[in-house]
């Protein structure tokens, strides 16, 4: 990092969308920086926990099968979203899915086949060879093949902005301060899920039992600066994408690893040993986004799945093992419960049962009756030991708050004037699109199109 | 089997440690068979982790793609166990099972064995044609080989040693694959038999999903597929030479040396070229090789084979070049000396990697045939 220098784009941020920016304004004949502050083997963001790209496409293209057409997808984002979306930056992004894929191939990144157990995506998500952090280090490569300049273990701990206008930023790096001078900057520094007081924030003393999925480096602090000068802010503040993971996870970046995929086999119950929600009310790939929230409601943010030896197998294996028992009672004492409060729970759900034929691929007909609450497919009774169980944590994957941006990827001001050199790119600016819900792939879709906007729109104010 | 020998526990527990990581995350499965071996199973035996380990070609491109690597806490660095459990497998199933000794300090064990061999048979026929006969021009090549040492004698005694070396893989792989727990039969079932061939001479599994495998950082190439491609087919083309020149001795009558010309000297001229360039490139690739990669034992066992294929090679072209010189006869026995060497070391030395590979190979594609377990949709 050469801080006397006068750059023509500076970049924030280390991820998916950073390295978009950044590479695109290289290209176009920009001098960059791009900083990032994480050290080099965490480098990434939250890109690096990725593993596909939602995809708008005509007819079966590379590893894609099938159409997936600009309106199916809008529709599929207005699902998710409930109307909290930018409908002109949105269909910009599915427009650009179409056509990205060979700008990413260009750049190293390689794609394969949905992956074991995700072949239900094979029509909408374009899977990366070896995930996000393969996606992330071909980029890397590209960018400093191109001479983007990158400077890890850097955190902008200030912007400098006048009437409007980005000045300067000022950054840590090995110790000491110091301010750097660009014509432009992209912001794409990620959301505040890592912040651990600021989460307190939203979501009060719960947040202490909150897992964090991905970096820890993403602390919001470049997101809270540009909100501190009067950028409009968009997306629900007090909302984050969270799914229910094993509560033996690490506090950070447990990512994918960390899931379990059997609560619609089995029973989920709380610290009282008592169910608290549908576990069949659907597919677990439509339901896994809520039960993060539901663990989240309940007593210390803790809920357990209970599946018996039928079940053992039928699901991708977690990380971790089950912890396993002969009996109800066994169990219960295994996970410190209430021993009778876990009888009866099981012994009412299991005498509820209506035959029904089991069938894990369909919403089949086993059902339960007068149950409250109810399990309304897949339900079977817990009986056959050795019974298993997971504990279960809310695990936060990212956070809706960002700051609103123009069609240009121009921050806005809270006056909606937009700033003439400040762009924003990726989860930090996501919220236009994705106000709230989540569908697979949509982040780095939001983040590849709005990262080579950001990009190119930079370097067209630098160069004309 | 003596515990010794067996794979160590504390090993085989970190890699299934690792493996149910891989089999939740399931991110790696485009680079290579590992990961598709790995996904048919919820829980991994012994044998199971012993086949993944002879599966893995260490192409690295997993280290590098993998969110869980060091220093994230999960310490997840697969190629590594994977090489550590594959060392400890050439031993545990090594026969005759004492020999397994040998893969201690590999790469001096391979290098004295090649001085011992040069050393023998210099003395060897100093000893029985004398001094002089070894020492002199030989101006009309025309069975001057065969005036220091008769070919029968040759014949016998590298055929013998040949035999007893291929005896001993084809018995380590047989213990192996009923180790990774595969019926007999199996083995030769000719669509994946075929499969696996194909896989072997494409070296199919080094191009870390297409771009080819790493070495020093993230950075994929195809130096190493293409680098040890030149090795197996020089390596293919001498004993191709070696094989034609038997030929031409028993069927025809033709006596080595033969013209430079002549079938078995062009085949093995290529092959020796081969052997020289093949194993130079990787040992250059090794030496830069990002220590985050190599799995600690099998260092010495890579550059014991790696000096001594071109060792063998170049005493051979040598011996091709100067056979009408005064120094044929100290050609004759380094170049004689350093095959011994590696026909001996050929069961107990890198060269094993091949057998057990290929073996996993072929059991990768009978497994391919066989039904997934059923999991819901994640």
């Not at chain 1, 650009?96 to 390689?110: D, K, L, N, P, S």
């Not at chain 2, 997840?76 to 166990?81: G, V």
């Not at chain 2, 050439?90 to 300090?105: D, I």
């Amino acid at each position: 990092m050469d801080s006397s220098h006068n750059y023509d784009v500076l970049v924030l941020g280390g991820g998916n969308a950073a390295l978009c920016a950044a590479i695109n304004a290289r290209r176009a004949g920009c001098s960059v920086l791009l900083l990032e502050s994480a050290p080099k083997y965490f480098r990434g963001g939250n890109s690096r926990h990725t593993r596909n790209l939602r995809c708008m496409h005509d007819a079966p293209a590379d590893v894609l099968t099938g159409a997936y057409g600009e309106e199916e997808y809008w529709q599929d984002l207005c699902k998710v979203t409930g109307g909290q979306t930018n409908e002109e930056l949105a269909r910009m992004t599915i427009r650009h899915t179409a056509t990205c894929r060979g700008w990413m191939i260009e750049h190293g990144v390689r794609f394969q086949p949905s992956l074991g157990g995700a072949l239900h995506m094979s029509r909408t998500n374009a899977f990366f060879l070896g995930g996000g952090k393969a996606l992330i280090n071909a980029y890397y490569r590209a960018a400093e093949d191109l001479g983007v300049d990158v400077s890890y273990d850097t955190e902008v701990t200030d912007l400098k902005i006048k009437d409007g206008r980005f000045v300067s930023a000022t950054a840590a790096f090995q110790g000491d301060h110091r301010e750097i001078h660009a014509s432009t900057v992209v912001a794409a520094a990620g959301g505040f899920e890592a912040n651990l007081a600021w989460l307190t924030e939203a979501w009060g003393p719960a947040a202490d039992n909150f897992l964090i999925r991905g970096t820890p480096y993403n602390m919001g602090r470049v997101l809270r600066i540009l909100l501190d000068n009067e950028a409009k802010s968009i997306g629900d503040p007090l909302q984050g994408h969270c799914v229910a993971i094993d509560a033996r996870a690490p506090k950070f970046d447990g990512g994918i690893c960390t899931r379990v995929d059997c609560v619609s086999l089995g029973i989920v119950v709380n610290a009282q040993a008592r169910r608290f929600y549908d576990e069949g009310e659907d597919f677990w790939p439509k339901r896994y986004a809520i039960w993060g929230r539901l663990v989240a409601e309940q007593p210390n943010q803790i809920a357990y799945a209970i599946i018996d030896a039928k079940s053992m197998g039928k699901f991708i294996p977690p990380v971790f093992p089950p912890v396993k028992a002969n009996s109800v009672r066994e169990l219960a004492l295994a996970l410190q419960l209430d021993a009778h409060a876990l009888e009866a729970t099981v012994t009412q759900f299991n005498s509820a049962l209506r035959a029904g034929s089991f069938d894990h691929t369909v919403l089949d007909d086993c059902t339960t009756d007068g149950l409250q609450p109810a399990k309304t497919h897949w339900a079977r009774a817990i009986d056959t030991p050795p019974l298993f169980a997971y504990p279960l944590r809310p695990g936060i994957t990212f956070t809706y708050l960002g700051v609103a941006v123009n069609d240009r990827a121009q921050v806005l001001w809270r006056d909606d004037h937009p700033s003439p050199n400040i762009f924003a790119a990726g989860e930090i600016m996501a919220g236009n699109v994705l106000g709230r819900g989540y569908i697979a792939g949509i982040g780095m879709a939001i983040g590849t199109t709005f990262g080579h906007i950001a990009g190119t729109e930079a370097a067209r104010h630098v160069i004309g | 089997m003596s515990s010794a020998r067996s794979v160590a526990p504390a090993c085989l527990e970190e890699g299934r440690r690792m493996a149910s990581i891989c089999n939740a995350c399931r991110y790696c499965e485009g680079y290579c068979a590992v990961f598709p071996a790995l996904e048919r199973r919820l829980s991994f035996t012994d044998g199971d982790l012993a086949y993944l380990a002879n599966l893995c070609h260490d192409c690295g491109a997993c280290y590098y793609a993998c969110q869980y690597a060091p220093p994230h806490e999960f310490q997840l660095d697969f190629p590594k166990i994977m090489t550590q459990i594959r060392d400890a497998t050439y031993r545990q199933y090594a026969w005759p099972g004492l020999l397994a000794m040998l893969f201690e300090h590999n790469g001096l064990v391979v290098g004295l064995m090649a001085v011992a061999g040069a050393v023998d048979f210099l003395l060897g026929m100093a000893v029985f044609v004398g001094r002089q006969a070894l020492l002199s021009a030989h101006p009309d090549s025309t069975g001057a080989f065969y005036a220091l040492m008769p070919h029968a004698i040759m014949a016998w005694t590298f055929g013998a040693v040949f035999a007893l070396a291929v005896a001993a893989l084809v018995v380590a792989s047989a213990r192996f694959w009923r180790g990774i727990g595969e019926e007999p039969e199996a083995f030769l079932s000719p669509g994946p038999f075929s499969r696996a061939i194909d896989s072997a001479l494409q070296l199919e599994y080094l191009r870390g999903g297409g771009d080819g495998c790493n070495n020093r950082d993230d950075r994929p190439s195809q130096a190493r597929r293409v680098c040890h491609q030149i090795t197996v087919y020089g390596f293919l083309l001498c004993f191709a030479a070696t094989c034609v020149a038997t030929v031409y001795h028993y069927a025809l009558g033709r006596h080595a040396p033969y013209a430079f010309w002549s079938l078995p000297v062009l085949l093995g001229s290529v092959g020796g070229i081969g052997l020289l360039v093949g194993p130079a490139g990787l040992a250059w690739l090794r030496a830069r090789r990002d220590p985050a990669l190599a799995g600690g034992k099998q260092i010495g066992m890579d550059w014991g084979f790696l000096l001594l294929l071109p060792l063998v090679s170049v005493t051979g072209l040598l011996l091709l070049v100067l056979r009408e010189t005064a120094t044929m006869g100290a050609m004759l026995a380094l170049h004689l000396g350093t095959v011994m060497a590696l026909f001996i070391t050929l069961p107990y030395g890198k060269f094993v990697h091949a057998v057990y590979r290929f073996a996993a190979l072929v059991r990768y594609h009978v497994e391919r045939r066989r039904p997934l377990p059923e999991l819901g949709p994640e």
